[in-house]
T-cell receptor, first 113, second 113 residues
Framework: GAGVSQTPSNKVTEKGKYVELRCDPISGHTALYWYRQSLGQGPEFLIYFQGTGAADDSGLPNDRFFAVRPEGSVSTLKIQRTERGDSAVYLC???????????FGPGTRLTVL | GNSVTQMEGPVTLSEEAFLTINCTYTATGYPSLFWYVQYPGEGLQLLLKATKADDKGSNKGFEATYRKETTSFHLEKGSVQVSDSAVYFCALSDRNSGSRLTFGEGTQLTVNP
């Protein structure tokens, strides 16, 4: 079956612009996670959804970052007033409710010029 | 808080050489431990895991043993192949951190024929 997909695969934007990154989880996976991976670093947790609600958003770095999952499937990570420091690969993962194992998507590489 | 420390890379080996990638952790709870692998152009994949002390996780010839006394989870393989070239991430999760995974910085492995 299909794995986790993320679109776009690459996004280049200018400082100050707004971007949306999309994640399509594996069908039937109620848990969805967003991570951010900067160059040469391991992924860092951003937010976790169980169904439609954000069960843990403590990893979001500031209020410019927001994520939604209105129907409990597709999720969108939204970044307002982008900054050069937001440049990274944004990873999405999904799992069954017990969280194990987690299946990761290929990521969206965001570049803020 | 939780943290994971991996040996610095990159690591370059010849085919059939023995591999060790060191991983140590700090956790407030009693964590589960994981190794993830990221092949070029692909998403993170779970390689193996261990959920309690002295457990050994194994997959594809790789092994790692959960050592509570040394807070370590070193990855080993007796004979590496060119196809093992990838970035390897050590990670942990525990009940105190909810569903988040804490990752190490990753170790780039290159295996030459």
């Amino acid at each position: 079956g299909a794995g986790v997909s993320q679109t776009p695969s690459n996004k280049v934007t200018e400082k100050g612009k707004y971007v949306e990154l999309r994640c399509d989880p594996i069908s039937g996976h109620t848990a969805l996670y967003w991570y951010r991976q900067s160059l040469g670093q391991g992924p860092e947790f951003l937010i976790y959804f169980q169904g439609t609600g954000a069960a843990d958003d403590s990893g979001l770095p500031n209020d410019r970052f927001f994520a939604v999952r209105p129907e409990g499937s597709v999720s969108t990570l939204k970044i307002q007033r982008t900054e050069r420091g937001d440049s990274a690969v944004y990873l999405c993962a999904s799992s069954l409710p017990d969280g194990d194992p987690r299946f990761f998507g290929p990521g969206t590489r965001l570049t803020v010029l | 808080g939780n943290s994971v420390t991996q040996m610095e890379g990159p690591v370059t080996l010849s085919e059939e050489a023995f591999l060790t990638i060191n991983c140590t952790y700090t956790a407030t709870g009693y964590p589960s431990l994981f190794w993830y692998v990221q092949y070029p152009g692909e998403g993170l994949q779970l390689l193996l895991k261990a959920t309690k002390a002295d457990d050994k996780g194994s997959n594809k010839g790789f092994e790692a043993t959960y050592r509570k006394e040394t807070t370590s989870f070193h990855l080993e393989k007796g004979s590496v192949q060119v196809s093992d070239s990838a970035v390897y991430f050590c990670a942990l999760s525990d009940r105190n951190s909810g569903s988040r995974l804490t990752f190490g910085e990753g170790t780039q492995l290159t295996v030459n024929p």
